[in-house]
T-cell receptor
């Protein structure tokens, strides 16, 4: 299979930093995406990693280690509006451009 | 651009009825995807099209599900007959590859309830 694992839920405090981890099967890896999904809404694109290292976009950063089959999404200066589900998704070769999603991490930001 | 447009937003139907979900992708995008989302299973890919041609329908649960893309600006997902276990949010997404990165743009989804 093409297992993608991420924690089911996390809680963090407003203003803090939170790291959401994702592990995946390395065979056939061809790119990793993070999406954000607020309750009752569609997923929206956050980041894309295909090479090892850190990609930074404002308060959000995403890291990839291809050899370890590991990625994380880092959210800084948390705001209440960051409360959402964060979905890790992997593009595998041999599947065309078929993106496989993890089940998502529900992040709750508290005061 | 208006984004990916799905209709209806909500559909409530009785078991055994036919359900048709509709999607208009973003103009210029050449890939279209149908996903289903439930609490238990998350986002599951049902089928995707490249240039209007179905490429992979291995995620379609069974013969009750069918999808078509008659042209670049329209796709349908049909369930006939529908069953209560089909209740879920169905998302359509479209994409275009730019420099190796291919990000999906999702529609607002159709909340389907089969009673």
């Amino acid at each position: 299979g093409q297992n993608i694992d991420q924690p089911t839920e996390m809680t963090a405090t407003e203003g803090a930093i939170v790291q959401i981890n994702c592990t995946y099967q390395t065979s056939g890896f061809n790119g990793l995406f993070w999406y954000q999904q607020h309750a009752g809404e569609a997923p929206t694109f956050l980041s894309y990693n295909v090479l090892d290292g850190l990609e930074e976009k404002g308060r959000f950063s995403s890291f990839l280690s291809r050899s370890k089959g590991y990625s994380y999404l880092l959210l800084k200066e948390l705001q209440m509006k960051d409360s959402a589900s964060y979905l890790c998704a992997v593009l595998f070769t041999g599947g065309g451009n078929k993106l496989t999603f993890g089940t998502g991490t529900q992040l709750k930001v508290e005061l | 651009d208006a984004g990916v447009i799905q209709s209806p937003r909500h559909e409530v139907t009785e078991m055994g009825q036919e359900v048709t979900l509709r999607c208009k992708p973003i103009s210029g995008h050449n890939s279209l995807f149908w996903y289903r989302q439930t609490m238990m299973r998350g986002l599951e890919l049902l089928i995707y099209f490249n240039n209007n041609v179905p490429i992979d329908d291995s995620g379609m649960p069974e013969d009750r599900f069918s999808a078509k893309m008659p042209n670049a600006s329209f796709s349908t997902l049909k369930i006939q007959p529908s069953e209560p276990r089909d209740s879920a949010v169905y998302f359509c997404a479209s994409s275009i590859r730019t420099g190796g990165e291919e990000k999906l743009f999702f529609g607002s989804g159709t909340q389907l309830s089969v009673l």
